[in-house]
């Protein structure tokens, strides 16, 4: 190891104490030696299987890594459940007691979690671990950045007389990393059967939403479908994490276990990055295919770049993404075109939206005003939600919903949970949406939902074509 917790300069006073039969947090942050963040997530997996996750940014620059939960948050109230998440945050965090002397965000305590991307929707059993919202603060977390590693460990307790107890258990957990031999997930997934759930019924609801687009006040409606699939034997969330960093490295890797279900997936899409007062949106929206042939793939960019029905998709996206960021920022830079932005099986329209925040920003607000963006839920979004709710006959939980940290610093970042699934034991559940405006061909939206199916079916079959 880098340090040993007894050369960290953790001095432990006693005189301190929060309210009494109130638990406090400590917590400590300090380097390591380089650990791969997958050997670290399936470390001692038995103990630690339903309180881990897993988060990669999409320039590789970031990995963050919890195992172990030392609290749970909840938001209860639907309606105040971004503000409850805050509070509580806030709560913990103004009487704890943190040892990080390293400017790195995305160190010392952190949040990490997500929120439903409907409350009001109805609830399936797919999801009923993860309620309304459900945030982590870890127990033992692995932050790598720029080829630095970092050990946050957090620890609840009602005084700091236990201090020197938790850091002898803290050192034990770092001996025992250090000594930990790697268990392959080098698993391989059989897929017994799959079953893309109502899927003449979807295409003759497209036709449907389609028609209401022309004749009504609606301007876009994002309509979703999933596909379930089961497996010879328990699937392996370690084994498809790794397929997915192999086979998308240009997207945010994430997953999120909660019980026995693991949330996991490759997203091209960021909703929001905080850092300091620096803020970033990623409008993404308009869809294309790609092709091995690279004058054919550069063809069909072309023609997305210049395709009215997809750039009118893409407009509302940067337009409504620009007016929730503005009330927060004393500056803004929009680009005044997309670009295209390439992943391994599908090419988008992309537009940068970044700004300066206000001191008093803080990124769960910015997260309750952006979501749903017309890239996931539709314009105008309460008319949208409403068909939604009303037609796409499914709970999407956490998908297409926000997922992501925010550290005792502010800084923070979330992606909005697209080219996603749920793994429980031996099935899982995939999920996959496109945008439907005025003129969108049903079949067209069908083959558009099932190549967004093929990252998290490619990444389960362990293939790379």
């Known amino acids: 190891m880098t340090k040993s917790l007894s050369q960290a300069n953790f001095a432990i006073e006693t005189e301190h104490t929060?309210?009494?039969?109130?638990?406090?947090?400590?917590?400590?942050?300090?380097?390591?030696?380089?650990?791969?963040?997958?050997?670290?997530?399936?470390?001692n997996q038995p103990a630690f299987t339903g309180r881990r996750f897993f988060w990669k940014s999409s320039d590789q620059s970031s990995w963050i890594v919890g195992i172990g939960v030392?609290?749970?948050?909840?938001?209860?109230?639907?309606?105040?459940?971004?503000s409850e998440i805050q509070e509580q945050w806030e709560t913990l965090i103004n009487d704890a007691e943190i040892e990080n002397p390293y400017e790195i965000p995305g160190t010392g305590p952190l949040l990490f979690g997500g929120f439903s991307f409907?409350?009001?929707?109805?609830?399936?059993?797919?999801?009923?671990?993860?309620?309304?919202?459900?945030?982590?603060?870890?127990?033992?977390?692995?932050?790598?950045n720029d080829e630095q590693y970092?050990?946050?460990?957090?620890?609840?307790?009602?005084?700091?007389?236990?201090?020197?107890?938790?850091?002898?258990?803290?050192?034990?957990?770092?001996?025992?990393?250090?000594?930990?031999?790697?268990?392959?997930?080098?698993?391989?997934?059989?897929?017994?059967?799959?079953?893309?759930?109502?899927?003449?019924?979807?295409?003759h609801t497209v036709k449907d939403i389609v028609k209401d687009l022309t004749e009504t006040d609606l301007q876009k409606v994002v309509f979703a479908?999933?596909?379930?699939?089961?497996?010879?034997?328990?699937?392996?969330?370690?084994?498809?994490?790794?397929?997915?960093?192999?086979q998308q490295p240009t997207s945010f890797i994430f997953a999120m276990e909660?019980?026995?279900?693991?949330?996991?997936?490759?997203?091209?899409?960021?909703?929001?990055?905080?850092?300091?007062?620096?803020?970033?949106?990623?409008c993404l929206a308009g869809s294309m295919g790609r092709s091995k042939n690279v004058d054919k793939d550069n063809e069909l960019g072309n023609f997305l770049l210049k395709d009215k029905k997809n750039l009118f998709e893409h407009e509302l996206v940067v337009s409504m993404i620009e007016n929730a960021l503005k009330p927060y920022c004393v500056e803004m830079n929009i680009p005044e075109k997309p670009?295209?932005?390439?992943?391994?099986?599908?090419?988008?329209?992309?537009?940068?939206?970044?700004?300066?925040?206000?001191?008093?920003?803080?990124?769960?607000?910015?997260?309750?005003?952006?979501?749903?963006?017309?890239?996931?839920?539709?314009?105008?979004t309460n008319a949208a939600m409403k068909v939604i709710r009303e037609k796409e006959n499914m709970d999407r939980g956490f998908y297409a919903a926000p997922l992501g940290w925010a550290d005792y610093r502010g800084n923070g970042e979330f992606i909005v949970a697209i080219r996603s699934g749920i793994l429980k034991e031996k099935e899982?559940?995939?999920?996959?949406?496109?945008?439907?405006?005025?003129?969108?061909?049903?079949?067209?939206?069908?083959v558009e939902t099932g190549i967004k199916f093929l990252p998290m079916l490619r990444a389960l079959r362990g293939e790379k074509e």
């Open 428 to 446: 899982a559940v995939l999920f996959a949406g496109c945008g439907l405006v005025p003129g969108s061909v049903p079949k067209d939206e069908l």
């Open 225 to 246: 479908r999933k596909m379930k699939l089961r497996f010879a034997d328990q699937a392996s969330s370690s084994y498809v994490l790794q397929q997915l960093i192999d």
């Open 118 to 144: 409907d409350p009001e929707s109805k609830k399936e059993k797919e999801w009923q671990s993860y309620g309304n919202s459900l945030f982590y603060l870890p127990k033992y977390m692995l932050t790598a």
């Open 258 to 282: 909660a019980e026995e279900s693991c949330f996991l997936g490759a997203s091209p899409e960021r909703l929001v990055k905080k850092t300091g007062d620096h803020v970033l949106s990623t």
């Open 339 to 380: 670009i295209l932005m390439k992943t391994p099986d599908i090419q988008h329209l992309y537009t940068p939206v970044s700004g300066k925040t206000k001191p008093e920003s803080s990124i769960f607000q910015i997260v309750k005003d952006l979501h749903p963006t017309p890239a996931l839920g539709g314009v105008p």
């Open 70 to 82: 030392s609290h749970v948050f909840y938001g209860k109230n639907t309606n105040e459940r971004f």
């Open 18 to 43: 929060s309210n009494e039969g109130i638990d406090k947090l400590f917590s400590y942050t300090f380097k390591i030696d380089s650990r791969h963040p997958i050997d670290f997530f399936t470390y």
């Open 150 to 203: 970092y050990l946050t460990i957090n620890f609840m307790d009602q005084s700091a007389s236990s201090k020197g107890m938790l850091l002898d258990e803290a050192s034990q957990f770092v001996n025992q990393l250090e000594n930990w031999k790697v268990t392959s997930s080098d698993i391989p997934i059989y897929i017994k059967d799959s079953d893309e759930i109502g899927k003449d019924e979807w295409v």
